[in-house]
Nanobody, 123 residues
Framework: QVHLVESGGGSVQAGGSLRVSCAGSGFSYSTYCLGWFRRVPGKEREEVALIDTFGRTTYAHSVKGRFTIDKDTAENILNLQMNSLKAEDTGVYYC?????????????????WGQGTQVTVSS
């Protein structure tokens, strides 16, 4: 059974950095598309970053150049390094997984989700 558990997150001042991680079990990170999504107050859940089975990454325009997604397929760990954080990055961050190789931009296409972790950026 596929299981995802996020860790990290927390509170930071604007301009600071945080790292969130996602530990997976029951499947191999090398054969699944993996992503980070977030739900910010007043908005629908949105894509943040994706990494496909080939290691190719895509980012939302709002985080490009500030966030980095990476994965450790040996340990089944997915990370999101967030730098230069802004108040508008505040929200609940979720990791998601779906069979690869191609990643969908739509959260409805992802079957497996973590429980979410809160990221709060104060201005």
């Amino acid at each position: 059974q596929v299981h995802l558990v996020e860790s990290g997150g927390g509170s930071v001042q604007a301009g600071g950095s945080l790292r969130v991680s996602c530990a997976g079990s029951g499947f191999s990170y090398s054969t699944y598309c993996l992503g980070w999504f977030r739900r910010v107050p007043g908005k629908e859940r949105e894509e943040v970053a994706l990494i496909d089975t080939f290691g190719r990454t895509t980012y939302a325009h709002s985080v490009k150049g500030r966030f980095t997604i990476d994965k450790d397929t040996a340990e089944n760990i997915l990370n999101l390094q967030m730098n230069s954080l802004k108040a508008e990055d505040t929200g609940v961050y979720y990791c998601a997984a779906e069979r690869g190789p191609i990643c969908s931009d739509y959260d409805s296409d992802y079957t497996h989700w973590g429980q979410g972790t809160q990221v709060t950026v104060s201005s």
